[in-house]
């Protein structure tokens, strides 16, 4: 302890500044499930952009949070922007503006997400069987080669395809249970679900 308070002492502002983010980002990730490789790798990219911007309060804390963002991105495993903000307290729309000026600051082209990148997650929370998860990426993969998808975000587009198999293969997932696990709205969910069921022989055969 003794150790660690001198150590503290002898760190420059911005050094203990550095510190306090990354323990905020270990203290997230732990909470979150987020792989180590990740959490590395947003570590990096704070330190990367603390040093071209230094913001505060509700924006410091968006741009700590797009970091996490980003690293989920890159790494394959993509968490929608919704998500990371109630992670990091703050409101979707500083969230989106932290992401424009990550991207800006870094120079970095971030490819966006497709919702087959969420259902092995969404899925897995809802303790949905590798059957139901087979047959969920069967739809969306379908769904989006026929473009029914384009006027859904990823995590709606999933939460609907995921109502849809539910409701095909019987596996009885409550529609409400779908909504808090994609932090997608039911009205959104319903309406998503209307949409492909005309189509729902193509997308399950």
């Known amino acids: 302890m003794i150790r660690k308070y001198q150590m503290w002492n002898a760190m420059t502002y911005r050094e203990r500044s550095l510190y306090s983010v ?9 909470r979150n499930g987020i792989q ?7 570590k990096s990219m704070y330190k990367r952009i603390s040093e071209l911007k230094i913001s505060r309060g509700e924006n410091r804390q968006a741009i700590i ?10 790494n394959g495993v993509p968490r929608s922007i919704k998500e990371i ?10 969230m989106t503006k932290a992401c424009k000026t990550f991207q800006d600051l870094l120079n970095i082209s971030v490819v966006s997400s497709a919702p087959i990148d969420f259902v092995n997650r969404f899925c897995c929370k809802l303790n949905a069987s590798e059957d139901f998860i087979a047959a969920c990426r069967k739809v969306i993969q379908k769904a989006s080669a026929m473009e029914l998808l ?3 975000t990823p995590p709606s587009a999933v939460a ?15 529609k ?7 932090q997608i709205s039911v009205v959104t969910i319903s ?15």
């Open 22 to 30: 990354c323990d905020t980002l270990a203290i997230s990730a732990t």
């Open 36 to 42: 180590p490789v990740i959490l590395e790798e947003a």
């Open 65 to 74: 949070a797009s970091c996490i963002y980003m690293a989920c991105k890159t």
């Open 85 to 94: 903000a109630e992670m990091f307290d703050v409101r979707v729309h500083c």
């Open 150 to 152: 384009v006027e859904y």
């Open 160 to 174: 609907g395809c995921i109502m849809l198999c539910s409701d095909a293969l019987n596996a009885g997932i409550p």
């Open 176 to 182: 409400k249970q779908i909504a808090s696990v994609c």
């Open 191 to 205: 309406k998503c679900y209307k949409h492909l069921r005309p189509f729902s022989s193509t997308l399950l055969s």
